[in-house]
């Protein structure tokens, strides 16, 4: 029902209804809005008493099945395939990538409420879908995009620690120093600390989850104007949705086709189920009820290793350096032998290969049709295409990697670059940003449903030894 509502405006009507499907079934999808302008709390309220009672009713039914074995091979391996976490926002299949509780990109695309007269969902309709599993109406939307912008304000000493930052400190460590500071505002740790109900931690968890949310841009801009520009920050504007205020403050608002970039890249690097570094970083550290500061600064710690979301300053970086090589006109012979000098060093060709993904990743696909659509005759995103028909197969011939296919990271910097923002070291902290909608999302639920301090067995090789060898 929630799904197929109309929304008021004309063009989202045609954009709503042509697209029917069985609504994303997560939690309560099947009940209708009591009012169009309730608030994603007062929704969320209504649904998580539901949600208790659909998770014990399942334990209670299904709680002693198996999900599977875990090999010796898989606890050396970095626990690849072992099933043991819950994640309500997102599932990723191997083949067909992620979908959010449901839907697909392009299904985002086409029912997720967008700007007017923009084309590409807005963050504030996914983190509304993460957060409830049912997609919101254009004005529940903009009653979100409004309150992150009254919650967006950081305080003072905040903005002070990150202007005493050096130039030379990496964004995403002060990014992270920053989110550690901002814990100085958790609701959720002072309730805690006068005695709260377990069954209430959710309420403040939701609130220090939109105040982190709403405060990001401004802590994200201020660490780029600082390491990059004159310091000076403008006002944000309490109309405009969340990816405006957020390049207006990056200093990239009066370019349209930008801010529409910054409202398909805050979506699609939101979630990616719950095993990746920073997502199951972010679970873990909040399962010891670590506020959801101190919970996303750790997963931000994650993100800013070159295996996960660094992964996209490094694409760039090798991408150019490629350039300058051999040129952006290289021929395939002259960038397969560059690729194999890559692989013959001992590196990784950043941007390709994926601990689940076994196929190209619609998130590289969307960003791919958006460069498609906006820079089709941009000299780097040519390159970019080139090294998409070329790396797979080099990487198949190298014969180590499951997944010779591009991930998120290999496209997002030729799109940047082309708005003439080129700071590769930056890229993770916008990854950062829209990395917080997913993992939050998760963090409130997880604090609705009560889940426990996460706590997996480990072994010794010596302890597995005397397990296994024979006597
Ligand atoms: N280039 C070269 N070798 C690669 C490779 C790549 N792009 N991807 C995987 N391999 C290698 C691995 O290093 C591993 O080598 P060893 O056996 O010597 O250790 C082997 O192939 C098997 O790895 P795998 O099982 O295919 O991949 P993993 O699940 O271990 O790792 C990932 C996944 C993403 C870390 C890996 O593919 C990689 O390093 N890619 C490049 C970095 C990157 O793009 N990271 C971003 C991922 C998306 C994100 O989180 O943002």
Known sequence: MSALRTFTSATKAVRHTAFRFAPATAVGASRAYSSKTQ??????????????????????????????EVTVDQAYGGMRGIKGLIWEGSVLDAEEGIRFRGLTIPDCQKVLPAAEGGQEPLPESLFWLLVTGEVPTQEQVKSLSAEWAARSDIPEFVEEIIDRCPKTLHPMSQFSLAVNALQHESLFAKEYAKGLNKANYWDPTFEDTMDLIAKLPK?????????????????????????YNFSKLLGYESNSDFVELMRLYLTIHSDHEGGNVSAHTTHL???????????????????????????????????????????VDASEEEIKKYLWDTLNGGQVVPGYGHAVLRKTDPRYTAQREFALKHLPDDPLFGLVSKLYHIIPGVLTEHGKTKNPWPNVD??????????????????????????????????????????????????????????????
């Open 285 to 327: 550290v909040g399962s010891a009820l670590s506020d959801p500061y101190l919970s996303f600064a750790a997963g931000l710690n994650g993100l800013a290793g070159p295996l996960h979301g660094l992964a996209n300053q490094e694409v760039l970086r090798w991408t150019l350096k490629l350039k300058d090589n051999i040129g």
């Open 410 to 471: 290999a496209h997002s910097g030729v799109l940047l670059q082309y708005y003439g923002f080129t700071e590769q070291d930056y890229y993770t902290v916008l990854f950062g940003v829209s990395r917080a909608l997913g993992v939050t999302s998760q963090l409130i639920w997880d604090r609705a449903l009560g889940m426990p301090l996460e706590r997996p067995k480990s072994y010794s090789t010596a302890h597995l030894k005397k397990m296994f060898a024979k006597n």
């Open 39 to 68: 608030t994603l709390k007062e929704r969320l309220a209504e649904l998580i008493p539901q949600k208790k009672e659909e998770v014990k009713a399942f334990k209670a039914e299904y709680g002693s099945k198996v999900l599977g």
């Open 219 to 243: 802590v994200a801009a201020r660490i780029y104007r600082n390491v990059y520009k004159d310091g000076k920050l403008p006002e944000i504007e309490s109309d405009k949705d969340y990816s």
